[in-house]
Structures are given as structure tokens and as C-alpha cells.
């Protein structure tokens, strides 16, 4: 059974990619440095690829989006959160990315959505947004724009 879980933005990466208009390979390398940061080594981006790329202005200001779709591993088996890396919904000092032992128990204070094996890779999708700023363009990828798919 799937549930879905509303929940509020959690870590935001910010890194400025120069003048340049970011591209699909700026964008996988954030994704990638972003997995391998929040998960604590325990996940791997495996493949990426670009499933489409809006551009616009609002308020002067330059955006551009890219939505992106591929796989990830993990390296332990266990439980994890449809949003793994969302986890600003609860207090400050939840622990971030982890893969937990056993389905949801809520005693213990988490919640999963399905199980996940080291040896298989999952789908994922992630929504990257870019601005451009004084400083150059700068990335925003947040906990919240990352879904992993239940096979």
C-alpha cells in the first residue's frame, strides 16, 4: 500500500553555477553531491537522465527548472520514506537520511513507506530550480522534490 505523506521543505542545497545558464550536467552533479551528502554514503545516484527543462522570468528575476528521472541504490537494507531525504517536518533533532530497521513504529518515532534492498536500484524523480542572481546562477534542491518510486 502507498501512502503519501505531506511534508513541509527540509535541507536546501545552495551552490552557485557562474554566469553560464546551468545544463543537465550541472544539474546531475548537484543531484549526485546532494544524495551522497544527505545519505551519509548510504545511497547512490546509479543513472540520471533529463525529462524536461522549462525556462522564464517572474518579477525580473531569471528561473529555470529541470525535472530529472533515473536510479538509485542504497547500500543497506531496510525501510526508508517515499521522501527520504525530507525530514524537516519533525523537530530539530530528528536524524536525517536513514534507513531503518523495521517498518513503520511510531514509539520509536518514524514512519516508512517501503522496504528497500541493497542489491536493487530504484526510480527516482527530483525537481532541480535555478536563479539567477547577482552572484550568478544559483541552485535550489530541496528534500522535498525528491521522490523514490516504490518498485
Known amino acids: ?68 528521472k533515473g536510479n538509485i541504490q542504497f547500500s543497506q537494507t531496510g525501510f526508508i520514506k517515499k521522501r527520504p531525504f525530507d525530514y524537516g517536518y519533525l523537530a530539530r533533532d530528528y536524524p536525517k537520511f536513514r534507513i531503518y530497521p523495521q517498518e513503520f513504529d511510531i514509539q520509536e518515532g518514524y514512519i516508512t513507506d517501503f522496504q528497500v534492498t541493497s542489491e536493487q536500484k530504484y526510480p527516482f524523480k527530483v525537481r532541480i530550480m535555478y536563479r539567477k542572481t547577482d552572484e550568478g546562477w544559483k541552485v535550489k534542491l530541496t528534500g522535498n522534490k525528491f521522490w523514490v518510486e516504490n518498485k
Do not use: H, W
Not at 544527505?38 to 547512490?44: F, H, I, P, V, Y
Not at 522564464?56 to 525535472?67: A, N, R, T, W, Y
Open 1 to 68: 500500500m502507498k501512502r503519501i505523506l505531506y511534508l513541509l521543505l527540509s535541507t536546501i542545497l545552495f551552490t552557485a553555477c557562474g554566469d553560464e545558464k546551468p545544463n543537465f550536467s550541472n544539474a546531475e552533479n548537484t543531484l549526485k553531491e546532494f544524495v551522497s551528502k544527505e545519505s551519509n554514503g548510504l545511497a547512490k545516484i546509479t543513472s540520471c537522465e533529463l525529462v524536461e527543462s522549462t525556462s522564464g522570468e517572474v518579477g525580473g528575476v531569471q528561473g529555470l527548472e529541470m525535472k530529472l
